[in-house]
């Protein structure tokens, strides 16, 4: 085995194509001092993703694609995701750490198709997994390694049988279900070493049936009991998340707007021949579906913004995203590139004057009530149905655009019995503030079932409050917004500093924004609010005994400070 590094690639990244790679780079960061982290698809806030940046840490946001420049090393995995059938019978399978869930269209490097994506290599040979988050241009790692979940009780990500993992002293090693050292790496954020590899345990491949409706959040339209403990004819919320095998709700709080828009599915067996499908879309992939989504972007730019001169950049910038999604669709017609320069054309030109207009009188917060029902009518009597496999529409979000609609967000795990008073003081706390506490943007509703995984915020030993699941609220910022959300005094504050107040007890989701402030203080709440946090820290520490992995976010998060 060589100890030779491979060369740094010009956009900043280590492209390792085996784990002898890997091991060679981790060994040379132990040697040299410096630190090793492995990206996935940046769906996380990309200073939790990275290795310390050189000039001190900068506030941050998803999807950045570049890493920071000096010593430390920054590793992407797309050269490591290939997918080995170890028993196609049984639906055990090894993939590369870099495989994508399904197609990333943000991929900087140019390699993620659907074609070679995990779920969909699966499907061709009849099998699946047990859920998908709201999107599925993530990667295997770093999917599992933030924890993340889709919208279930009933159902969690269980499909990892083991992981391959380089730890800090460049040893490889296979850490599987039932040794002692799983339930750490399940949600690991990095720190306990580069995945390489991972096997799963499949399931028959099955479709979703199920609806989606906006109605008002109160009343005889609304099938579910928002607020309340649920009656003869609605459910409470708690038990409407505890009863649908699949779900989520998208809340728009804002006075004058308040509806709710509930999707929900169940499982449906493959027929035999050529099912009748119907796939979801939350955007279809047409000319009309991105004329919405920019629409969409500069109502939500208008909202964030005062600067006009920040709100040209940004608009400009969302119109070229259009144009070069537009370019994509029409990549195999007639007029391809040019008809799409031509809608660009046309969208600045039609957009220039309302913007500038709007952006000079600051009259769209006026207007948000009016104009929110343009982009999220209410469904009446007549849902959205649909039916199709599991991996092109249990990801809700897949057809949204993450440059265009880009949304950041905290992501609040609690206990599913608190669901019906956290729904009450949010509503309390609404109805008091106004705008200053419902923002100008949605709150989502999840659950997720309980979980082993010592750091998961869902994580449970049988025997405690969060035995039954957790329901997930989800606070959206939009990305280009003015200002940072998570510092001291700034929207989200106002929600955590609620639920501590009331005794709730949460956690929250690593890979998107938590506190970034009075880090000791939070980081005695993480440890206060995870059984098992000292096992994860000192089971890191054995592992990775330089701290190559354990970067100043990290540290200052988990232990209140840098060391």
């Not at 280590?14 to 698809?41: C, F, M, Q, W």
């Not at 993530?138 to 009933?154: K, L």
């Not at 998208?250 to 067996?269: D, F, L, N, S």
Request: net charge negative.
């Amino acid at each position: 085995m060589s100890n030779t590094i491979i060369a740094r690639g010009v956009d900043g990244f280590y492209h390792p194509t085996s784990e002898d790679e890997v091991i060679a780079l981790v060994n040379h960061a132990r040697a040299t001092k410096v630190r090793v982290r492995a990206r996935g698809a940046t769906h996380s806030v990309a200073w939790s993703i990275y290795t310390d940046p050189v000039a001190g840490l900068p506030l941050d946001k998803t999807l950045e694609a570049s890493p920071p420049a000096g010593a430390n090393i920054d590793i992407a995995l797309d050269q490591l995701a290939r997918l080995t059938w170890l028993d196609e019978a049984a639906g055990t399978v090894e993939v590369g750490a870099g495989i994508h869930m399904g197609f990333d269209p943000s991929d900087p490097f140019g390699v993620s198709t659907i074609a070679n994506s995990l779920l969909y290599q699966a499907f061709l040979k009849g099998w699946a997994v047990n859920i998908v988050g709201g999107i599925t241009h993530q990667t295997i790692s770093g999917f599992t390694g933030t924890g993340s979940a889709g919208g279930s009780i009933t159902y969690a990500f269980d499909n990892v049988a083991a992981f391959r993992v380089v730890d800090g002293l460049g040893a490889a090693s296979w850490i599987a279900r039932g040794d002692d050292a799983f339930d750490a790496m399940l949600t690991a954020v990095g720190l306990m070493g580069v995945v390489t590899a991972v096997r799963l345990q499949l399931v028959p491949m099955y479709l979703v049936t199920g609806q989606e409706a906006t109605t008002p959040v109160t009343g005889p339209e609304c099938p579910v009991d928002l607020f309340g403990p649920g009656d003869a004819d609605r459910l409470s919320l708690a038990k409407f998340l505890k009863d649908q095998p699949y779900s989520r709700l998208t809340w728009w709080p804002q006075k004058g707007c308040e509806r709710v828009q509930i999707w929900q599915a169940a499982r449906a067996p493959v027929p035999p021949g050529d099912p009748t499908l119907v796939p979801y879309q939350e955007f279809t992939p047409d000319l009309g579906g991105q004329v919405k989504q920019l629409l969409a972007s500069v109502f939500f730019v208008l909202l964030g913004n005062t600067d006009v001169a920040q709100i040209d950049a940004l608009v400009a910038a969302r119109v070229t995203q259009f144009g070069h999604n537009l370019a994509g669709l029409w990549a195999t017609r007639n007029g391809g590139a040019g008809a799409a320069a031509t809608a660009v054309t046309i969208a600045t030109t039609v957009l220039a004057l309302p913007v500038q207009l709007l952006a000079r009188t600051g009259a769209m917060r006026t207007l948000f009530p009016s104009l929110l029902p343009l982009f999220n009518p209410m469904s009446g009597s007549t849902p959205t149905l649909f039916n199709d496999y599991y991996w092109r529409s249990l990801c809700m979000d897949n057809t949204a655009d993450d440059i265009m609609l880009g949304t950041e967000f905290i992501e609040i795990w609690l206990p599913i019995q608190y669901t019906q008073q956290v729904m009450t003081l949010f509503k309390a706390m609404f109805d008091a503030n106004g705008s200053a506490a419902t923002g100008y943007y949605a709150q989502e509703i999840y659950a997720a079932a309980p979980s082993t995984a010592w750091l998961n915020p869902s994580y449970s030993d049988g025997k405690d409050e969060y035995r039954d699941g957790v329901a997930r609220f989800d606070v959206y910022w939009y990305r280009d917004n003015a200002g940072e959300p998570d510092v001291k005094n700034a929207f989200f504050e106002q929600y955590w500093d609620l639920l501590k107040a009331n005794d709730i007890p949460f956690r929250f989701h690593w890979g998107k924004f938590i506190p970034f402030y009075d880090l000791p203080g939070w980081a005695a709440f993480y440890r206060a609010s995870l059984p098992r946090f000292d096992d994860f820290l000192a089971l890191r520490a054995r592992r990775d005994p330089d701290n190559l992995f354990f970067t100043t976010y990290w540290q200052e998060r988990l232990l209140g400070t840098a060391v």
